[in-house]
C-alpha cells in the first residue's frame, strides 16, 4: 500500500482479554518497529524488526506483550490478559531499511476497561 | 533505555512569532528527525538529517544537526494556526538501534 497500515483503528476491550492489533508496513520496507504513546505523552519504543534478524524485543513492557513478523512484512502486537495501563495508542512504522527515516501508521488507539 | 530531552515541554506564541525547540542526547547521535504530530494521527516527517552540522530548510521550518552529534534545534519562522501540534524529535545511535523520540513540545499559536 501508500503508506502504513494498521488495524483496527480503535479497539475496546475488558480488562484480562487479550487483543491483537495489526500493520501492515510500506511496501518494500525492511525495517518495522512498534512504539506506544500514552495520553499526552512521547513514544516509547517496544519492539523493532529488522530483515531476518532476531528483533530487538528490549522496550517490551512485560511479559504479556509480544510481536512476531510473518515473510518479512505483515506485524501483529500481542497483549495477553489486559490491564488498564496499557490503554494507549499503539503506532506501527517502517523504514526501508534500518537507519533510514520511518514512516508511521495512525495507529490503533486501545483503550481497557 | 536511551533518552532524549526535549524542550520546551510547551509554547504558547502569537501568530505570526518565530519558534524555537531543541533536543539533546546523552550518546552520540546519528540520525536526528523532526516529527510532527496532529491529534489522532500518526506523527508525519517534517525533516531528517544525517550529518553533523548540516542545517535544512522545509518551507518555514529549519532544523540543524549539532556538530557535538548531541543535539539538534528545530526552528519555525512566521507561524501560522495550522502549527499548532506537537513537535518530536528522535535519533538513532546507528543503523542497528531503534529510533528513540523526545516527550514532544506541544505548540500552541493564539491568533
Known amino acids: 500500500g ?9 479497539k475496546v476491550t475488558e480488562k484480562g482479554k487479550d487483543v491483537e ?12 518497529y ?14 523493532y ?3 531476518n534478524s532476531a528483533p530487538d524485543k528490549s522496550g517490551l513492557p512485560s511479559d504479556r506483550f509480544s510481536a512476531e513478523r510473518t515473510g518479512g512484512s505483515v506485524s501483529t502486537l500481542t497483549i495477553q490478559r489486559t490491564q488498564q495501563e ?23 488507539w486501545l483503550t481497557v476497561v | 533505555g536511551q533518552q532524549l530531552n526535549q524542550s520546551p515541554q510547551s509554547m504558547f506564541i502569537q501568530e505570526g512569532e518565530d519558534v524555537s525547540m531543541n533536543c539533546t542526547s546523552s550518546s552520540i547521535f546519528n540520525t536526528w528527525l523532526w516529527y510532527k504530530q496532529d491529534p489522532g494521527e500518526g506523527p508525519v516527517l517534517l525533516i531528517a538529517l544525517y550529518k553533523a552540522g548540516e542545517l535544512t530548510s522545509n518551507g518555514r521550518l529549519t532544523a540543524q544537526f549539532g556538530i557535538t552529534r548531541k543535539d539538534s534545534f528545530l526552528n519555525i519562522s512566521a507561524s501560522i494556526p495550522s502549527d499548532v501540534g506537537i513537535y518530536f524529535c528522535a535519533g538513532q545511535e546507528t543503523g542497528n538501534t531503534p529510533l528513540v523520540f523526545g516527550k514532544g513540545t506541544r505548540l500552541s499559536v493564539i491568533a
Open chain 1, 2 to 10: 501508500a503508506g502504513v497500515s494498521q488495524s483496527p483503528s480503535n
Open chain 1, 49 to 51: 524488526f529488522q530483515g
Open chain 1, 21 to 32: 492489533l495489526r500493520c501492515d508496513p510500506i511496501s518494500g520496507h525492511t525495517a518495522l
Open chain 1, 86 to 108: 496499557d490503554s494507549a495508542v499503539y503506532l506501527c512504522a517502517s523504514s526501508i531499511v534500518s537507519g533510514n527515516t520511518i514512516y508511521f501508521g495512525e495507529g490503533s
Open chain 1, 34 to 47: 512498534w512504539y506506544r504513546q500514552s495520553l499526552g505523552q512521547g513514544l516509547e519504543f517496544l519492539i
